[in-house]
């Protein structure tokens, strides 16, 4: 052997590997190390995945934030004086930071303790169960083992505008670095993400501008609930423009330029941000799956059946990387769908599994089970219920009566397929129906049940006084 050539790196064996620690891959890691398996962790960023990095922790603590500082501007509605408001975004950065830092510390920690080996680094497929690591400080592990779990979530998607990919612009992780209050923020996109950030810097005390291409936000919502969402940002000061196309963005100096036509009108939007909240595409190109057999969809999602199993024997995929609804709480059901299949005997498939999950906009929005038109699509006969948060007692005292809520009922079983609640605690809400519907309680035990007062539970009682047909 010549000396420039190097000897090939020996396979290392192991019993079980997960590719990214995020909410599902951390918890399955360290239950197949409990059960006697030698596991690899592998993680090519932070522990704890997008939720805790990236995601659901940092933006949540600082909606919070958003939120005291609309409540102190609100103070005197309240018969408080406070004085100006005004908002150190570095301290409110430091605030997030902190509590990300502390969470993902933990993680670590828990990970040590259960005696999982993390290695950190871009894992790829050379074969069938066989991984090539490119570690963090240089050099590489070649890795084997016979069960192998990809758990490597998505990552913000730039839609096709001439001229976006030569301008600077953030996306929902770079956004929260920000360590001023931008002048103007506009944001493309008005899902989920987009909609939760054009509140909060609202908040902060940004101009905001919200181009949806659509004709509602929130596509995957009924149109009345989208409706009362578009008011209640419009109400915080919010501009939306919907059925908007963008067909150029430059950017001059300090101000950034958008070609937005809507309504059949062709507008110039100037703003000193951009921020690009148009969808989330899978972590997989660098995974390189097809090289060890598994089959992904042309967005490049990782396909499952409903065990969670890839077209690779041996191989499996949880959480946002299989596509699908992307909330964290999915991906840890995920785990608990292959700890109980493959450790205790189980038989637990992803098929029917009610999905519940809340969108931190102010007031939250809660949503579990059917909307009213994918239940009118399923063709059963349904009622719906629908009553205002200013029929809601204890709405009216915090004065929070913004939205509403929503039951759709199965008019033949009485059973609740779905509701949305658009209110004050709307996510905590919800969870009331979502125990309900699980039980497959009818819509008359909420309705006839004796819930505390003054509570916002208490409003189910009357919730179902107010069905559409009258009844």
Do not use: W
């Amino acid at each position: 052997m010549s000396a420039q050539t190097e000897a090939p790196t020996k396979t290392e064996s192991f019993d079980a590997i997960v590719i990214g620690s995020g909410q599902g891959g951390n918890p399955l890691a360290g239950a197949l190390t409990a059960a006697g398996k030698k596991t690899a962790l592998i993680e090519r960023q932070e522990v704890g995945g997008t939720c805790i990095n990236r995601g659901c922790t940092p933006t949540k603590t600082m909606v919070a934030s958003a939120r005291v500082a609309y409540l102190a501007r609100r103070a005197a509605d309240y018969g408080v004086d406070v004085g100006p408001v005004a908002v150190d975004m570095k301290r409110v950065r430091e605030r997030k930071r902190a509590i990300v830092s502390s969470f993902r510390e933990g993680g670590e920690k828990r990970l040590a303790k259960a005696h999982v080996e993390l290695i950190r680094g871009e894992a790829s497929f050379t074969g069938p169960r066989q991984i090539r690591v490119a570690l963090h400080g240089g050099g590489e592990r070649q890795l084997s083992a016979p069960q192998i779990f990809i758990d490597t979530g998505t990552h913000s998607a730039a839609p096709a505008i001439e001229g976006l990919d030569s301008v600077p612009y953030l996306n929902n992780e770079s956004v929260m670095e920000l360590d001023h209050v931008p002048k103007h923020l506009v944001i493309l996109g008005g899902g989920y993400i987009g909609v939760e950030f054009s509140q909060m810097f609202r908040r902060f005390g940004s101009q905001v501008t919200v181009i949806q291409s659509g004709p509602q936000l929130l596509s995957e919502e009924d149109p009345d609930i989208a409706e009362e969402v578009l008011k209640i940002l419009r109400q915080d000061g919010v501009a939306v423009l919907l059925n908007a196309q963008t067909a150029k963005v430059t950017r001059t100096n300090d101000v950034v330029r958008l070609n937005v036509t809507a309504g059949g009108q062709t507008q110039m939007i100037e703003g000193s941000d951009l921020l690009v909240a148009t969808g989330r595409v899978p972590n997989t190109g660098a995974l390189k799956p097809a090289a060890a057999g598994i089959e992904t969809d042309k967005r490049g999602f990782i396909r499952v059946n409903d065990r969670l199993e890839t077209s690779a024997p041996g191989v499996y995929a949880i959480g946002d990387v299989k596509g699908g609804p992307q909330f964290t709480h999915i991906a840890y059901d995920d785990y608990r769908i292959l700890k109980a299949n493959l450790q205790d005997g189980g038989q637990r498939t992803v098929r029917d599994r009610m999905i519940p999950f809340t969108v931190f906009l102010d007031p939250q929005l809660g949503r579990v089970g059917m909307t009213e038109g994918q239940a009118q699509k399923s063709g059963r006969t349904i009622r719906v219920a629908r009553m205002p948060m200013t029929s809601v007692a204890r709405a009216i005292e915090t004065d929070e009566t913004r939205g509403l809520m929503k039951a759709i009922v199965d008019a033949e079983t009485e059973e609740i397929l779905g509701a949305t609640v658009l209110g004050y605690e709307g996510g905590e809400v919800m969870a009331v129906f979502q125990m309900a519907m699980m039980g497959r309680l009818k819509y008359s035990v909420l309705r006839d049940a004796v819930f505390a007062h003054p509570t916002l539970t208490e409003s189910l009682n009357n919730l179902f006084f107010h069905f559409d047909d009258g009844k």
